[in-house]
């Protein structure tokens, strides 16, 4: 079993910082849903939201498969106002297919990158795709 919230606290200087993520976990096949990272529980602001959508094969059980990964400048708790709360938006489509569409192969592999992402690109990083090195 995984734990739904790790809060993890760090000594600092002037004391101690303590964050929060609680995950939501899809109940079939244990994967995350929703991650929502509450940042430095003893502020707001700094609150993050990703939501990941799969897109699952059962026949062949490719169930890994991510088809897009939302990340929102909110708790999850919030209805992100788009596009000033995005953080990136990365569909990814596999084995030539739309995005959406189940693998068909076990050695499924990404599309060519195709994000969309209605956030201006950060200097520092500017994903591609969901493991592309920064």
Same mark, same amino acid.
């Given at each position: 079993? *995984?734990?739904?919230?790790?809060?993890?606290? &760090? =000594?600092?200087? &002037? /004391?101690?910082?303590?964050?929060?993520?609680?995950?939501?976990?899809?109940? &079939?096949?244990?994967?995350?849903?929703?991650?929502?990272?509450?940042?430095?529980?003893? =502020?707001? /602001?700094?609150?993050?939201?990703?939501?990941?959508?799969?897109?699952?094969?059962?026949?062949?059980? @490719?169930?890994?498969?991510?088809?897009?990964?939302?990340?929102?400048?909110? /708790?999850?708790?919030?209805? !992100? *106002? @788009? !596009?000033?709360?995005?953080?990136? %938006?990365?569909?990814?489509?596999? %084995?030539?297919?739309?995005?959406?569409?189940?693998? &068909?192969?076990?050695?499924?592999?990404?599309?060519?990158?195709?994000?969309?992402?209605?956030?201006?690109?950060?200097?520092?990083?500017? !994903?591609?795709? !969901?493991?592309?090195?920064?």
């Amino acid at each position: 079993m *995984k734990p739904a919230t790790v809060t993890t606290r &760090t =000594k600092t200087s &002037t /004391g101690t910082r303590s964050t929060q993520t609680t995950t939501s976990y899809d109940p &079939t096949y244990g994967m995350p849903l929703t991650v929502d990272d509450q940042g430095d529980t003893a =502020k707001t /602001g700094d609150e993050t939201c990703t939501k990941n959508t799969y897109t699952r094969n059962a026949t062949d059980w @490719l169930m890994r498969f991510s088809s897009r990964i939302e990340t929102y400048a909110v /708790g999850c708790a919030t209805t !992100p *106002k @788009l !596009p000033d709360d995005t953080i990136s %938006d990365v569909t990814t489509a596999y %084995d030539n297919q739309a995005v959406g569409v189940a693998p &068909t192969t076990t050695s499924a592999g990404p599309n060519p990158p195709q994000t969309a992402s209605t956030a201006p690109p950060t200097p520092a990083t500017s !994903p591609t795709t !969901p493991d592309a090195a920064h």
